[in-house]
């Protein structure tokens, strides 16, 4: 076999691995919410993973920016980390708008979806506090909502809105 063949079945191998690996994360995290919800409750699992989203969302920003190479004060720009991060997980979506200060993304399909059904704050809190934590620490005048009947609560789409003021 020749070595650049070897080289892209490699890269094949590691590029599945990788993409398997951050699902299984996105499950863990998804299956450690509801494990702590069923253990203590709604408010204390939410106190417990808003800590640690925050923390992940902080401490990612920075990787992401440079590896994405993203101007920080352009939300188009910014966009891309959310496409990064859709495309490692398995989430489907398309832009509605994607400008200098502002980027709408319909989220049409997420894997983790059926699972937290009748936990759809995960979504609503836990994915909002790791977005902003992402972007606030990339630029302080980052704004997000997100809007819709969530795909966790049997919607077509969520929506993000995100927004540099």
Not at 96 to 125: M, T, V, W, Y
Not at 134 to 162: A, D, M, P, V, W
Request: hydrophobic fraction near 50%.
């Amino acid at each position: 076999m020749k070595p650049h063949l070897i080289l892209a079945y490699m890269i094949k191998i590691v590029n599945l691995f990788i993409h398997k690996f951050f699902r299984f994360i996105g499950f863990f995290a998804v299956d450690l919410y509801i494990a702590l919800k069923n253990a203590l409750g709604k408010d204390r699992a939410l106190e417990i993973m808003r800590n640690l989203m925050t923390f992940l969302g902080r401490a990612r920003a920075p990787i992401m920016a440079k590896m994405l190479k993203v101007d920080l004060s352009d939300m188009a720009s910014l966009s891309k980390i959310q496409d990064a991060e859709d495309f490692i997980l398995g989430v489907k979506g398309i832009w509605a708008e994607r400008g200098k200060n502002l980027a709408i993304k319909d989220e049409l399909f997420c894997p983790f979806a059926k699972r937290l059904r009748g936990h759809s704050e995960f979504c609503q809190i836990l994915v909002r506090d790791f977005e902003l934590a992402t972007f606030k620490t990339l630029n302080q005048n980052y704004e997000l909502s997100i809007e819709g009947k969530l795909l966790s609560e049997g919607g077509k789409y969520c929506r993000f809105i995100h927004k540099i003021k």
